[in-house]
């Protein structure tokens, strides 16, 4: 199974910005997604993670701002992202528990392989 994350870029504060990321492959089932992001210097970090009835959790930092969603008959996850600032600055990267048609009693978490935001004039 395969994540493929989109959609970065550069923007200036106050921007808009719209990540996306698909999951391909020998999916048998995908529960939770979720978007993660590392900044330079720092430790990955959770953004927000989005469950596959639509339950939402948000980091203090992007409450207000930011907006996750999901398209589970595409496989796909989306984080708008909104009033952007300069420490939004990362790679974002995409996440998603699940089960592949390899062994569907297995429990999997896959990683895509991040995309860049820079926030800056």
């Known amino acids: 199974v395969q994540l493929q994350a989109s959609g970065g870029g550069l923007v200036q504060p106050g921007g808009s910005l719209r990540l996306s990321c698909i999951a391909s492959?020998?999916?048998?089932?995908?529960?939770?997604m979720g978007w993660y992001r590392q900044a330079p210097g720092k430790q990955r970090e959770l953004v927000a993670r989005?469950?596959?009835?639509?339950?939402?959790n948000y980091a203090d930092s992007v409450k207000g701002r930011f907006v996750i969603s999901r398209d589970n008959a595409k496989n796909t996850v989306y984080l708008q992202m909104n009033s952007l600032k300069s420490e939004d600055t990362a790679v974002y990267y995409c996440?998603?528990?699940?089960?592949?048609?390899?062994?569907?009693?297995?429990?999997?978490?896959?990683w895509g392989q991040g995309t860049l935001v820079t926030v800056s004039s």
């Open positions: 996440n998603a528990d699940g089960r592949d048609d390899l062994n569907i009693l297995l429990p999997r978490n896959w």
């Open positions: 492959g020998r999916i048998w089932k995908v529960d939770d």
């Open positions: 989005v469950t596959t009835g639509g339950s939402t």
